[in-house]
């Protein structure tokens, strides 16, 4: 069965540093991956995806991805944190079904 | 251009009462999901709209859930006898393609069964 897992309920990081959100999935084909963000009260916001191709996928507001197929992860990245990425972001997984498989959840905390 | 768009955004019932929650898709988008948020069990997938064919129903959690879409755009998530277990956000999404494509959100609906 397809499953995401998003082994961190929370991350914190200083603003300016680097940021890291990991994923892991399990799927029975080639995967279709996804990350979303969610800010308090509002729906869910694309940033990036990975297909095919390219292992490292970027995205919107300097957000990128690294598919590891060995590792089947597709953590998310970005360089340099702002106080604005804090959110609650979300892990999918699609292997050529219809819906959308989502981890719990990672809620990122970026302080001044 | 403008996004999915999902009303009410707040809906307060009575245990027993049935509800009726509306999205708008992205014009000319074919694919149209709805999915549940609760803080018990995350993100669920319901059920699934592709242009004329029949809905992929195999994530709707009872009989008392229901959805339509008509005329291949607005679609109407109906709950029958609501429970206080209903209580979530509402979350619909379309695509302009289902197989790999991206999934557009809109901002939910806040479903709250006193």
């Known amino acids: 069965a397809q499953s995401v897992a998003q082994p961190e309920d929370q991350v914190n990081v200083a603003e300016g540093n680097p940021l890291t959100v990991k994923c892991t999935y399990s799927?029975?084909?080639?995967?279709?991956l996804f990350w979303y963000v969610q800010y308090p009260n509002r729906g869910l916001q694309f940033l990036l995806k990975?297909?095919?191709?390219?292992?490292l996928v970027k995205g919107s507001y300097g957000f990128e991805a690294e598919f590891n197929k060995s590792q089947t992860s597709f953590h998310l990245k970005k360089p340099s944190a702002l106080v604005s990425d804090s959110a609650l972001y979300f892990c999918?997984?699609?292997?050529?079904?219809?819906?959308?498989?989502f981890g719990k959840g990672t809620t990122l905390s970026v302080s001044s | 251009g403008a996004g999915v768009s999902q009303s009410p955004s707040n809906k307060v019932t009575e245990k027993g009462k049935d509800v009726e929650l509306r999205c708008d898709p992205i014009?000319?988008?074919?694919?149209l999901y709805w999915y549940r948020q609760s803080l018990g069990q995350g993100l669920e997938f319901l059920i699934y709209?592709?242009?004329?064919?029949?809905?992929?129903k195999s994530g709707l959690p009872s009989d008392r859930f229901s959805a339509e879409r008509t005329g291949g755009s607005v679609s109407t998530l109906t709950i029958q006898r609501t429970q206080q277990e209903d209580s979530a956000v509402y979350l619909c999404?379309?695509?302009?393609?289902?197989?790999?494509?991206?999934?557009?959100f809109g901002p939910g609906t806040r479903l709250t069964v006193l």
């Open positions: 709209f592709q242009g004329n064919s029949a809905p992929d």
């Open positions: 999404a379309s695509s302009l393609r289902p197989a790999g494509d991206t999934q557009y």
């Open positions: 990975y297909i095919t191709g390219d292992n």
């Open positions: 999918a997984v699609r292997d050529g079904g219809t819906a959308l498989i």
């Open positions: 014009s000319g988008h074919t694919a």
């Open positions: 799927v029975s084909g080639n995967p279709y």
